[in-house]
């Protein structure tokens, strides 16, 4: 990139919250917040230009890291039927083999891999948290550390979500062998948070709670967990796994006569704050209450659709207006524009409809569900990346108008959707920006061969040792 202005692009076209706008001059500060977004200007000499269309960043609110390392790896039939919870058992595995040195190499690839496909932000939903064997490392952050030093790394935007993790089924059945790794009481827990608060603070993170599900946090423990994390910041992101498998509602039947989201909307202060992650078998009365609470419905389409979860009933969400985000969970695909595409082609079979996400005042599906996954997945987020506005910070993507299917094309609307429908998703992404520094040009971070060499060695040997 030749000199420029330092803190400023110019850009023939910005999605701004309102909608898309015409000669849009950013201007941040050198915290890398949003000072200045003016429509209809004139670039100022020795200001950048944009090589097409500009996006708002777009958080990823849902992250295993380690998990990447398992792409490829489950594709097979190793079950007379397979499911997610068969699924589960080599994700066990590999959970239990993997070393502090591992999980770093591994974040610090699929951080370089999320910028490069246009996630600027990520909520890690960090359950492993000690040694091999099951006991604390020597420092108790360790595995924290690694992903904190990742991120930074990388250059991408964090929010820590330690993962509460005490029983292996509902009625707080013991946890099992491969869930050593997780199992925290909740005092440890909270004394975890307030040890990790002041480096998240150091380093622009934010720091929430992953309780990680029904099933695993009993009752007691979640009511004292989230009353000490509010404690602890009355503002602080919480993340759930609700309802992903219909299995996890039988059982939570079973247990309490509720169904899961039923149950938790009864006796947990659900609110704003919170982020259901899938909540993907919900009723007609789960999806009104829940929508109603102000949570965030964390939809992870490629995940679910890898998994055989289900689908979301978005009528019935969008019905009582609530928010959604979308993550990549298990990253058998790592692409913001894929977890838009197949969100909306999942609709598209439930319902056997055309464009169901479009906006009421969006008719382009790919404009409106940027927007409202921005929206949805920077509440969840707990962080200011609601998008291209004064006193946000300046995450932004950059789409290359010169690319062969987007070139030539009449609208910034029409590219985004070739963008998200016609093109190879990544392919079309020329730069992206995080808090006003660009992390990505020409399509390359510049750590992509270092860190995917040191994420090839990492997984190579964890591989080795799942079949020590």
Known sequence: MSRMTPHTLFADHALLPSGWAHDVLLQWNAAGQLTQVTPDSAAPAGTARAA???????PNLHSHAFQRAMGGLTEYRGAAQDSFW?????????????????????ATGLYVEMLEAGYTS???FHYVHHGLDGRPYADDRELSLCLLRAAQHAGIGLTLLPVLYQTSGFGGTPPNDGQKRFIRHTDNMLALLQSLQPLCQAQGARLGLAPHSLRAVPPDALREAVAGLTALDATAPIHIHIAE????????????????VQWLLDHAPVDARWCLVHATHMDADEYRRAAQSGAVAGLCPTTEANLGDGIFDMAQWRASRGRWGVGSDSHATVNAAEELLMLE?????????????????QAFVATAMTLDAVAGGAQASGRAVAGLAVGQQADLVVLDADHPLLQGLPTADAMLSAHVFASHRQSAIAEVWVGGQARVVAGRHALN???RTAFNTAR????????A
């Open 122 to 124: 990520v909520c890690e």
């Open 345 to 361: 082609y999942s609709q598209r079979l439930a319902t056997r409809q055309r464009n169901v996400l479009s906006g009421e005042h």
């Open 460 to 467: 190579r040997q964890l591989l080795e040792d799942t079949q």
């Open 245 to 260: 498998q219909t299995g996890e509602v039988d059982a939570c039947l079973a247990w309490s006569g509720q169904r899961p």
């Open 52 to 58: 097409g269309p500009v996006l708002p960043g777009m």
């Open 86 to 106: 068969s699924w589960r058992e080599l994700m066990y595995r590999v959970a239990g083999a993997i070393t502090p040195e591992q999980l770093e190499a591994i």
């Open 449 to 451: 061969h270092s860190a």
